[in-house]
């Protein structure tokens, strides 16, 4: 797998084209702008179509290429749909929660306007830090990744892939904001769709035994019902992408610029299976390739199989796809980013405020892709910090949302429940080699704690970060109601 697939010329030139492609949209299609809301959400009119396509699109990035076929490697056909679920549950949220807040916020551009008139200034600003980090690392992720790719196939330096896909980015969505993300997002989902239907007929077309027989054979464990990862890891990917996504400033956008709120549920649902699908299929070319190579590195099992194909016309396409995915997801998460510094800069800096607040947060996203484009360029491993973002909004997620329904949830009782949460998290959270954490090997010797909490550590963590507010809540409504 360390051969060269593709000349490092013919990827930059796919890179170009696929790139030019996309800026060309943006010009052609580009409407003006009349003022910081029609540049946040557009006009308020997307169709079904649009609105299910640019949902999809945003929602899967490059990261699918690489992470649900990962975990299924190690925790089987359960951790496929945990992964599968966690990705696609947010969908099925925002359609209880997006009308109602639709409904309070008519004119609303974020999930930050909520919190700021429900919980205040306090809440606001920890909620702005944990949404910004969760959408800075995405965005590291993302560059990060497409990096590798390229740097796998082609063995192109992982600083011009990064360099080239944040310029290509950026030319086209810091001219159109949303409206543009939109309309590219379309094209994206169409190449997205057909490639990924590409892929399952060419993967099982090729297996001698039908996929699941060739599972069963050689690697029975990771779809048996007795092994235990297939839960805890299933529980602990939906745990964590469930609650981050909630807080995803890309997803409200979306659900503010539906023409109506029949639209908006229709699409939800509609990418709610389209994503569930997709994911699922990733993750389940993981098992395939396991049973195939069990020596397969976990990253790169779904490009073990596709690659071995050994044809260029099936690296181009998994090139476009990659792509695809990854401009897609950038330029939501690039006008997301810049949406909340437009909305609530002022929190952050009193400077960011005025007529001049769009001019400024051009500024701080060209700073912010430079150092994405440092950390990307370094090859560093961001899963942890991914981990540690998805941590800080499962700590926020039940006193958010459960805050919407019980208004007896005040300002004070929703800090204590949150950074309490968050600190218990922490405890249980594993260190960097996944073997202990601060409360287990550290302040007490591992050998107190029994082997179920050793091994799972990272579903610990996210299932006590979650948990915990809920109790602090119902305590304190018990503790009320016996006065």
Known sequence: MNKIYLSAQTAITITILIGLFFIGLGYLNKKKIFDNKNYIVGERDENTFSLTSSLTASALGAWILFGPASAATWGGIGAVIGYALGTAAPMLFLYNFGPKIRKEFPNGLTLTEFIQKRFGQTILRLSLFLILFYLIIFLIAEVTAI?????????????????????ICLL???RGGFKLSIITDRYQFIFVICIILFSLILIIGNLDLTSYETIKINSPQLINKNYLPNYTAGLTFFIAVASTNLFHQGNWQRVFSAKNNLILKKSLINSSIIIFIIVFWMGYTGLISFSLNSNVSPDLAF???????????VIVTILILALSLTLSTIDTLINAISSLFIVNGDQI?????????KEKTNLIILLLCFIVF???SRGYSILYLFLLADLLCCAAVVTIFYGFFNKKINPKLAAYSIIIGLIFGLLFFPSQNFESSILVGNIFSIDNFSVFIQENLLFISFLVSLITPFIIILAHSLRNSFR
């Open 349 to 357: 800096n009193k400077s960011l405020k005025g007529n001049k607040v």
């Open 303 to 313: 490009f073990d199989l596709i690659l071995n194909q050994k044809s260029s016309f």
């Open 147 to 167: 990096a590798f790719l390229l740097n796998f196939i082609s063995k192109i330096p992982l600083w011009t892939t990064a360099g080239l896909t944040l310029i």
């Open 172 to 174: 086209y969505i810091l």
């Open 374 to 376: 440092i950390f990307a």
